[in-house]
């Protein structure tokens, strides 16, 4: 018995491990690819811009959508891109503290007015200096970016550079990617892309030798300070003031997945677990109903195959367990759909969905009976897709599984003691032949997970699947990672509870 | 004839994978020095393998529909085997066929034939089509252009008289004529130069043609998985014109009649005549669509709108009239283009042919799955190998590392690498084989050496110092085959289904790429209005599966026969 502990021991050891193996995989993957968070927004704004050009009838070609430097910055740290792959995703798992800013609402300012009355005549200061700044900048047409001052590339310095302007155009007309390499391209000659315009750094000659420049950069160095000073203030009470004027708490603390935070969605703007606790019920509840199903059909086929090997009975019904095998779960409720859901054949079932719109009016109301017909009317295409989905395997399993049994020894020593066949047949041998497919109720999780994308996807059921599918789609990051660690947990612990289970059922099956 | 060549080829690929391939492998193997010798053991197998009537001849089917599938080029393509026209000669469909199985060079052969090369003038792209026209009927279709052409002749002709007249007129009377009038004369005549060199031109390719000395050969079926059927009417998903229950209309015949002054929506109106083939007609009803057939294409479509009251004759309106085509009085009507043999199949819904998407369709699953099965089995193999030989802590990282990298959701993985790379064949070969498929042998592998480690001969083999490489690969490893043969076909099976889903899911092959998953999909966007984009891959993918299952059993069967005692 000891060596099956060791044994449960060592796979539960190895769930830690391959969890974080395959959600570092992911991870990392999610990372490096093209196209996050901040292109998609950026290309948004891109869309509509375009749109907006395209209605007002004007040039497509002058509008710069793109988000300036300050902003990316800034969102970036939002969607915390900024830290190095290893750092962030051990933010993400809790184990490495980061920062975690919390806006200041005014009530709690009122709290403190004196405090805040200071920081609010050294916001005055700072915008003050700031405005100044930026008027005599436009004047002057230079350009702020990062902590230097550069030259704005204006008609007379296009006409100066034009191969390269001329270039980086046709470069910059092909996308985001081709800007950010561009970027880089550009960084080496010292020249910036900000937007769709280039921009150098000024040299300290020039601006010397300019007398505007000089009071400009003064200015500028004026302007850094006081935003300093702002920052002192607030950092006395552990807080953070962004150049937008708006102030958070910030706190360092571990807040990650360990800590319950899968952080928020993109899409939903919505806690990432809350998302996923909403969408769980429904895939279980699909999933359940088609694991019951499957049992209740596939084992009495089992059965009745089993008890007539080679017979007719057996022989006719092989066909539909290699339909089965040849047929995916998705593909047969894709069938049905066609077939019953009111296209050119019958109208019997919806065309997915979880309910029909307004089930939650109509159970306030009382109508019972309408509700449970719709419910019904709604599971039977899915329920069939998970049937179809593990039928041959399932009722192979249970078939020879019953006949391993008949050719053991307790079967020839209930038959000599002259039990009669039914006996022998329906309660010796089924129950220890039912053992390796309760054991597979582990994996039946594991199912739901794997097989949900195609059936939900097809069966337009809003659970877990096809809220995996539609994040991959929208690259919805945090409820990517969270359906990623809800799937492997629920697929370990499964496994696991099988083989706990088949062990636990069945005395003679000893792992080590 | 179409049907007689079509059994023909079936038969040639029959032989061909049935004979010809394993002794060509045999005459290969000779050659190089290799005899090929089965084991007394294996030939029992085969023999019991062979017995098993549907096992078997599933077999037969699907290997030699893959080989003959591999000339799918020549067998189903919207490009002419060959052309020639005088001393050029093409093989339009062979290139192709080349360009598919060089696939690690970019194209090696052109697919372009030069218009002025085939008797077509220009310099474009040959249009087959045209050309094929040409070949078969020179005088219809060079008709109209030639006529063009000597009307143009006469007018120009008549033109220049009346100049030369005028110029006549003018230097009878003693006066110079003007400038501009001399320098149209010079113009016209010029130009009546080239054109009747261009006459001349076309009527030596005119005689080209009518002399026979053009041909083209067209593969069975003369439409490909690539390009969109514009030659049809109406707008794409078309619906198959073989009959499927509850979906294509029923079939009814009618004759068009002249065109009639209605006019609905700036669209013509025609009267139609009910009419049947068998002298008792049917009569016509409101929301009726005909098709309009003449010279087996189809020439337009028309819709019934006002029926008279024996239902005899009604009123109908154009919608859709091919370019090109016009309506002529007594042409048939039917509602299904159904003698035409166009588009048997229908279209998808960028109005490509269904039926070279589900052959393509079924080459890419097919070797899809080959590909995937032999590469993972591979690998698999190798790495269930070295656990068994090697045992110990080899074996325990190992089998620790398969129990994490088979809890990686990997259609999750591939669809999320799928959303960022779009990948190609190879590359989802590859990561199908590197996060599932080899997986699926290997611990069995591992079994198997595990135990036949154990045995005498291998411990003699390893006493006598034969190296561990040779001890696994020529002592061990053939006599732990048997697993892995009863249990490819299975395997097999759930790579098909692996395409299927991802093409379906929108994450797999690249979307020109014929596929049965895509196709599905698209069957799923018009699930209401387009079943056949359902039926027709799943009837394909469900057939060819359940065919490979057959084999699997068989396979099962005879290599691994489990013997279930029943006492009494």
């Known amino acids: 018995m000891s060596g099956m502990w060791t044994y449960f021991a060592r796979r539960l050891l190895l769930v830690p491990v391959t969890f974080i193996v395959i959600t570092f995989m992911v991870y990392a993957v999610l990372r490096l690819a093209p196209g996050g968070p901040i292109e998609q927004l950026e290309n948004q704004m891109r869309a509509s811009a375009a749109g907006e050009a395209g209605g007002g009838g004007g040039g497509l070609g002058g509008t710069d959508v793109g988000l300036d430097e300050k902003a990316r910055e800034e969102l970036k740290a939002y969607y915390n891109l900024d830290q190095p792959i290893p750092i962030a995703y051990l933010q993400w798992l809790g184990v490495y503290p980061r920062k975690d800013k919390k806006p200041v609402s005014l009530q709690q300012r009122d709290l403190e007015p004196d405090f805040w009355n200071s920081v609010g005549q050294s916001w005055d200061r700072y915008r003050d200096i700031e405005k100044r700044f930026e008027s005599d900048r436009v004047q002057s047409g230079i350009e702020i970016y990062g902590e230097k001052l550069h030259i704005e590339i204006n008609a007379e310095d296009k006409a100066a550079y034009p191969q390269l302007m001329v270039q980086f155009e046709e470069l910059l007309s092909q996308g985001p990617s081709v800007r950010d390499r561009l970027k880089d391209a550009l960084k080496g000659q010292g020249w910036v892309l900000n937007g769709s315009q280039f921009m150098r750094p000024l040299s300290d000659v020039e601006i010397n030798s300019v007398n505007s420049l000089t009071a400009l950069s003064a200015l500028y160095v004026e302007q850094e300070q006081s935003f300093q000073d702002l920052e002192g203030l607030l950092s006395t009470r552990s807080m953070e003031v962004s150049r937008r004027g708006s102030y958070f708490r910030v706190k360092v603390a571990f807040s990650g997945i360990l800590q319950g935070d899968f952080g928020r969605s993109f899409t939903y703007n919505e806690d990432a677990l809350e998302v996923i606790t909403q969408k769980f019920p429904i895939s279980i509840y699909f999933g359940l109903i088609g694991y019951l199903a499957t049992w209740l059909i596939c084992i009495p086929l089992g059965i009745g195959k089993a008890v007539h090997h080679r017979g007719l009975f057996d022989t006719s019904t092989s066909l539909l367990v290699f339909l089965g095998y040849a047929t995916p779960g998705f593909v047969a409720c894709l069938l049905l759909l066609v077939v019953l859901g009111g296209g050119s054949y019958w109208n019997l079932v919806p065309l997915g969905g979880f309910r029909s719109e307004g089930w939650e009016t109509w159970w306030q109301q009382g109508q019972y009976w309408t509700c449970i017909k719709d419910q019904i009317h709604h599971t039977l295409v899915p329920m069939f897709g998970y049937v179809v989905g593990s039928f041959a395997s399932m009722t192979v399993l249970m078939k020879n599984s019953l006949l391993e049994n008949f050719g053991a020894d307790y079967v020839r020593t209930a038959f000599a003691k002259g039990l009669p066949e039914r006996r022998v047949i329906y309660v010796h041998a089924l129950r220890n032949s039912l053992i390796p497919i309760t054991a597979g109720i582990g994996h039946f999780f594991g199912i739901i997970f794997a097989g949900s994308f195609l059936i939900e996807k097809v069966c337009n059921i809003p659970g877990m699947g096809l809220l995996g599918y539609e994040s991959i789609i929208r690259r919805d990051y945090p409820i990517i990672l969270a359906t990623v660690v809800f799937g492997v947990i629920i697929r370990l612990t499964g496994n696991i509870l099988s083989d706990f289970i088949w062990a636990a059922i069945d005395p003679r099956i000893r792992f080590k | ?568």
């Open chain 2, 1 to 568: 004839m179409s049907f007689i060549l079509t059994l023909l080829v079936l038969v040639a690929g029959v032989l061909l994978t049935q004979k010809g391939i394993p002794w060509l492998f045999k005459a290969l193997m000779s050659l190089v020095g290799v005899k090929v010798k089965s084991s007394p053991l294996t030939e029992k197998r085969i023999r019991r393998f062979k017995s098993i009537r549907r096992g078997y001849y599933s077999f037969v089917i699907i290997t030699s529909l893959f080989t003959t599938s591999l000339f799918l080029e020549v067998v189903v393509n919207d490009k002419p085997v060959m052309i020639r026209y005088g001393n050029e000669v093409a093989y339009p469909a062979v290139r192709d066929l080349v360009n598919t199985w060089c696939f690690f060079v970019e194209g090696p052969l052109s697919t372009y034939d030069r218009s002025g090369d085939f008797g077509v003038l220009g310099d474009g792209p040959l249009d087959y089509t045209e050309f094929s026209k040409m070949v078969e009927q020179p005088d219809i279709a060079f008709g109209p252009i030639a006529l063009e052409q000597k009307q143009q002749i006469s007018d120009l002709e008549l033109e220049i008289e009346d100049i030369q007249l005028e110029v006549d007129d003018l230097e009878s009377d003693g006066e110079e004529p003007e400038d501009w009038l001399v320098e149209d004369l010079k113009a016209a005549r010029g130009q009546l130069q080239k054109l009747r060199e261009g006459q001349g031109e076309l009527e030596a390719i005119e005689a080209v043609f009518a002399r026979g000395d053009a041909g083209v050969l067209w593969p069975l079926y003369r439409h490909g998985p690539y390009k969109n059927r514009l030659d049809l009417p109406g707008t794409a998903p078309h619906s198959p014109s073989l009959y499927i229950p509850g979906l294509t209309p029923k079939s009814q015949v009618a004759r068009l009649g002249e065109t009639i002054g209605v006019n609905y929506g700036g669209r013509p109106g025609v009267r139609v005549e009910a009419f049947s083939d068998k002298g008792n007609p049917q009569s016509l009803e409101t929301g009726t669509k005909f098709y309009v057939v003449q010279e087996e294409t189809v020439a337009g479509i028309v819709l019934v709108r006002l029926v008279t009251e024996d239902g005899q004759s009604a009123d109908a309106e154009v919608i859709s009239l091919t370019p090109g085509a016009t309506l002529l009085e007594g042409s048939r009507l039917a509602t299904r283009f159904l003698d035409t043999w166009e588009a048997p199949l229908g279209t998808s819904d960028a109005g490509i042919d269904v039926l070279p998407l589900l052959a393509y369709g079924f080459r890419v699953s097919v070797g899809f799955s080959l590909m995937v099965l032999i590469a993972g089995y591979l690998v698999g193999i190798l790495a269930g190998a070295v656990m068994g030989y090697y045992g110990g802590w080899t074996d325990i990282l190992l089998q620790r590392f398969i129990e994490i990298w088979g809890s990686v959701p990997f259609l999750f993985l591939i669809m999320i690498v799928a959303s960022i790379i779009d990948p190609g064949f190879w590359v989802l070969v590859f990561f199908l084989v590197i996060l599932r498929s080899w997986m699926a042998i290997t611990y069995q592998i591992r079994g198997e050496f595990y135990r036949e480690k154990a045995r005498d001969y291998v411990q003699a083999a390893i006493g006598t110092g034969v190296s561990d490489m040779a001890v696994m690969m020529r002592h061990i490893l053939p006599n732990s085959m048997v697993p892995v043969i009863s249990r490819a076909p299975f395997s097999f099976v759930t790579y098909i289904s692996s395409l299927v889903s991802l093409d379906f899911l929108g994450f797999g092959l690249p979307p020109t790429d014929p596929s049965w998953g895509r196709l599905l999909n698209q069957g799923f966007q018009f699930l209401t209005t387009s079943p056949h984009l359902v039926f027709l891959p799943v009837m394909a993918m469900a057939t060819t599966l359940f065919l490979v299952v057959l084999i699997g059993e068989a396979v099962r069967e005879a290599f691994d026969p489990k013997v279930f005692s029943r006492l009494r």
